[in-house]
Each structure stands twice: as C-alpha cells, then as structure tokens.
C-alpha cells in the first residue's frame, strides 16, 4: 500500500529544514521498505508548528510538528505514516487544530492543501471558476460584481477595488495595463509571499479577470526582489497557464486576450507606493509622482493602468465563483471580506490568520497568537507595517477594521502584527520609524527628505535630556507638518508611529532626563 505524506515547501518551511526532511524521509522510507508518495504542498502558515508533516488517512490528514531531522527516526518507529498514532509532535487531524479551524479561509483555501504548480491540483479545489464566468460576462457586469463585494484595496490604501477599475474601464485608451503590486515590505507580513508561492494560480487568474473587466490585455507583477521561489513558482505556473490556452490570444476560445509577466522590484520601500511603482516599472528610478493624473487614468507608459495589491487581486476569483454576496456577508461595516492577519514579533504563535473583519486586536493576538514567545506582558502592537501606530493595551478591543482603526489613529494596512513585550523601549522604536524614512525616503519632497532627518536628531536630543520641553513641541510640530505636506504616504505616515508613541509611551522619551517624572506627564 502507497502513502502519502506532503511536506511544506515555501519560503519558511525551507528555511527550517523542510527540504532536508524530505529527502531524509525518503531515504528512510526506502531503507525500511516503506511505500511513500512524498508530496510538496505549500503551508497552511501555522508557523509555530513547522515544519508541519500532512500524512493522508481516510479521516482526513493528519499532522505532526514541528519537524525536526532528529525527530524522524522515532515518527519512523511510530510508523507515523497510519495517522493516528502515538508520538510527541502528534496533532491530530489538521483541519481541527483550533488556529486552523476558527478561521474563515477564503483566500487561503487551498495554501497547504494543494501542489503549487499543479494546474490539475488548482482546478479540482475550484480554481478557474471564476474565470470562466467572467469569459461568459461583460466587462461592466464584472466591474459591477467586484463593486457589490465591497472588496477594498488590501495594500493599505483600502480604497474600494471597483470604483478603481470602473475608472480604468471608462477612460479611452488603445492599451491598458493590469500591475500587480507585489512588492511586499511591511515588516511582518508575508501574505504576498505565501498567495505566490502556495497558490500562484489564483493570482493568474484573479489578473485575468481584472484584465478581462477593464479592457487591458497585458499584465505585470511587480515582484519583490528578495522573493526567489515566488519567482520561480509564478514563472512555472504562467508557462503552464499559457499551455492551456489560460493566458495569451484566444482564452479558451473566447476571443479575449491578456498576457502576463513578472518583474522584479528595484530593492526600494518606496517602490511599493503605486506610482513609484510605475516609474521602476517604466525602468526609471523610483520617484513618487505627484497626483493628479491618477494611474487608472495616466498609468504605466501614459496608459490607464489598474495598480492593485497581490490580496486584491487574489480574492477576485472567489467573487467571479461564488458571487459577490459571498465575499459581502464576511465583514462588518465598510469592510467586508476577509483579511488575512500575520502574526510576528514577539509572539508564541505566529502565522497568517483569515478572519473576516469584525473581532478585535485583543482576541487575534491572545486567542490566535497565544500571547508573548517569552511569556511576558504584552506591552505594545504595531499594526499596518513601519508606518502604522502604536496601540497601548486601551486600544486591543478595537474591533479589527478598516473605519474602527481609523478612529483611534491607527490603520490595518496589508494586516501585518507585530508585537513588543514590556521591555520595548518605546522611544527607540519611535526613532527607528524616522531612521526608516531617513533610509527609504525617495527623497523627491523635502518634508519627508528632511523632516525624517531631522526628526532623527530631534529624538535624539529629547533621549539625551536636552532642552526637552522645547524638543518634545519642536517633535509634535514637525510631525504635523510630514502629515500635511509630504507627497505620498511614506513621509505623511511616517509620524504616525512616532505621535503614538509619544502619546501612550512618553515615559520612554524622557528617560535620561532629570526632571523625567514631570516631563512624562507633560508628553
């Protein structure tokens, strides 16, 4: 009898050994006289267990993890292949781990379930459905159902998805582009990373569909430079989809044409602001344009061009499948769907979590991410990547969405967490948000160009007890005027961590001075 097992293979399994554990298991398998059938599925990014084994039984698959080398010869001896059976890193069936079975995969259905590269795999678990009505429907009526979904921009932005292609689809042209923003740089975020390397598919599919309701016929992905095997695993999975008549001239004998290439980002964070993009695109330095013209007018090479993240365009196919209501009955308010979380940082269990929007930061970091690695206070969150807020402990209720965050000054952003345990200093962490814009800065207008430097040695002035009164107002006024001035979000969101942080962290500001008491107060 064969049995199958699958074993991980993105980015991060890899990096904890799950390639050597493969080859081990085979070499083991075949010493005992075991019939394996090794399988290399994504990750179901539960990353505190990984490298997780999946071994196929008529229950379901169950799972054991994390993996190590060391561990093999024993899961051997428990002939771990039957599924249920005693051994230390046993997990029973998958599907029921409570991270796993309390959220709501709509995204993420098949990352860890199905072969990557597998077209036949992609199908059988409801890939190219969407497609194929969209083939069978009109621009308009496509535009109109991604619209009624309620989906919004993932990237950051969070500006509604249809009003965008609606733009493209109205403005005259005799080319139009479809880019894919995969320029993934938030610190702790990996959801890119995991739709192109576990499900590159749904990505192909979800810009066809895009191409299909505005009328363009060519698409890029704008693809992270330090991203290799999502190169790699996007390149395959195009090459397959243009063999089956997925992509290129005559789609599936519709008529309709797209095609679609990757590129590879200039290394720069500020490539990941959409019109940067489209400079780096164009093969220029990437320089921050000033609007208007909007891209979806006066896009990539003058053209009007839908610039949309990778999750954004990954839940189209799931409207085009299942319909618009189907992705509108997730959510609360104006935000509806899903949205995938990744929990990183200084937690216990960190992986990417789907919820559809509504419950609050609290239950995601506690009930999901099991609190701190080390077992100490939680003391700070960072959501929305280096230029999201601070949340102090006053703030974990706020219920997960786009207008509720707002309200306490704060945004979701593409979902990344990253949690600080008691020890944080929150006055180097506020400095190191203007460092980063010291670095990453495009450097085109001067409020971000100079405020992040200044800003720099203003903190540092205030850290080393100088003048801190007088340092700490200086602070607030330049903050206010990176927010008012700057030409794009990375030096108008720049402050936003920092102001956080002076307003719920002061204490951390003021350390060295003095008079520190008196001043924490006043901060």
Request: aromatic share 8%; hydrophobic share 40%.
């Amino acid at each position: 009898m064969t049995y199958r097992i699958h074993v991980p293979s993105d980015t991060t399994a890899k990096s904890l050994g799950a390639d050597r554990i493969a080859r081990t298991v085979e070499q083991l398998a075949k010493e005992q006289g075991v019939d394996l059938e090794i399988r290399r599925n994504g990750t179901r990014a539960l990353y505190w267990l990984e490298p997780l084994i999946e071994v196929d039984t008529a229950e379901g698959r169950y799972g054991f993890g994390p993996v190590k080398e060391s561990d093999l010869d024993s899961l051997f001896a428990a002939e771990f292949w039957k599924g249920a059976v005693e051994h230390p890193l046993a997990l029973g069936l998958v599907e029921e781990i409570p991270y796993l079975k309390r959220q709501e995969r709509l995204t993420f259905a098949r990352a860890g379930v199905t072969d990557p590269l597998s077209l036949e795999d992609y199908k059988a678990h409801d890939g190219y459905k969407g497609l194929e009505n969209a083939l069978a429907l009109s621009p308009q009526v496509i535009v109109d159902m991604v619209k009624e979904s309620g989906l919004r921009g993932r990237g950051g932005a969070a500006f509604p998805t249809g009003i965008k292609w609606q733009t493209v689809l109205n403005a005259p042209a005799d080319q139009k582009y479809i880019v894919c923003n995969a320029d993934e740089g938030d610190s702790g975020t990996f959801a890119d990373r995991l739709v192109m390397e576990c499900d590159p598919f749904m990505l192909i599919e979800g810009m066809t569909i895009a191409g299909l309701a505005v009328g363009a016929t060519q698409g890029y992905i704008y693809l992270r430079s330090e991203y290799p095997l999502a190169q790699k695993n996007l390149n395959a999975a195009i090459e397959t989809a243009y063999a089956n008549n997925l992509l290129g001239e005559n789609i599936q004998g519709s008529g309709r044409h797209f095609d679609l290439e990757v590129r590879l980002g200039a290394g720069a964070y500020i490539c990941g602001e959409e019109t940067s993009l489209l400079e780096s695109l164009e093969g220029k330095r990437g320089l921050v344009r000033a609007k208007p013209p909007l891209p979806a007018i006066v896009g990539l090479f003058g053209k009007p061009t839908v610039v949309n993240n990778v999750l954004s365009l990954a839940a189209v196919p799931f409207i085009l499948d299942q319909g618009a209501k189907a992705y509108a009955d997730c959510g609360m308010g104006r935000s509806r769907g899903t949205l995938p979380f990744q929990l990183a940082g200084n937690v216990k269990q960190g992986g990417l979590v789907e919820l559809a929007f509504g419950p609050s930061l609290r239950e995601l970091m506690f009930e999901f991410g099991g609190g701190t690695r080390n077992g100490r206070a939680l003391r700070a969150v960072q959501v929305g990547g280096p230029l999201g807020a601070y949340l102090p402990e006053s703030q974990w209720d706020t219920p997960l969405d786009y207008e509720e965050f707002a309200k306490v000054g704060a945004v979701l952003g593409h979902g990344g967490v990253v949690m600080f345990d008691d020890t944080v200093d929150m006055g180097e962490q506020a400095r190191f948000s203007m460092e980063f814009c010291v670095a990453e800065s495009c450097g085109k207008c001067t409020p971000c160009r100079i405020g992040s430097t200044r800003g720099v040695e203003v903190i540092d002035r205030i850290r080393a007890g100088e003048n801190v009164e007088a340092n700490l107002e200086l602070l607030s006024d330049l903050c206010e005027t990176m927010v008012d001035g700057s030409l794009c979000a990375m030096g108008g969101m720049t402050p936003f961590p920092v102001q956080s942080a002076m307003k719920h962290f002061g204490e951390d500001f003021v350390k060295n001075a003095s008079n520190a008491p008196a001043l924490a107060e006043e901060v």
